[in-house]
Nanobody
Framework: QVQLVESGGGLVQAGGSLRLSCAVSGTIFSIHSMGWYRQAPGKQRELVAAITTGGSTNYSDSVKGRFTISRDNAKNTVYLQMNSLKPEDTAVYYC?????????????????WGQGTQVTVSS
């Protein structure tokens, strides 16, 4: 029922910029946080950036100062502005959200992932 749809990936040259978007739809009680992860071939998936509903942010050291995460709480949409891109930023970027779900008297934590969007940075 909950879906995350990413967009904005593509091919850019080093030093260029891209803006990723992720829209969350479906039945959600509340959202704790939204974020972006990435995974390059042969490597583990890693956190790129995350943001809470209150606006607190967390960045990977490798992207700090170059990437900016933001969100529109009303639209349940998260964005990742990526500037000064480097070839090592090449990866599939996945949108993630951590939510609080409710059904009757039951409340539990849930986590959802998007399908991913490819970002390729050429040298």
């Amino acid at each position: 029922q909950v879906q995350l749809v990413e967009s904005g990936g593509g091919l850019v040259q080093a030093g260029g910029s891209l803006r990723l978007s992720c829209a969350v739809s479906g039945t959600i009680f509340s959202i704790h946080s939204m974020g972006w992860y990435r995974q390059a071939p042969g490597k583990q998936r890693e956190l790129v950036a995350a943001i809470t509903t209150g606006g607190s942010t967390n960045y990977s050291d490798s992207v700090k100062g170059r990437f900016t995460i933001s969100r529109d709480n009303a639209k349940n949409t998260v964005y990742l502005q990526m500037n000064s891109l480097k070839p090592e930023d090449t990866a599939v970027y996945y949108c993630n959200t951590k939510t609080l779900s409710r059904a009757g008297l039951r409340i539990w934590d849930s986590e959802y992932w998007g399908q991913g969007t490819q970002v390729t940075v050429s040298s």
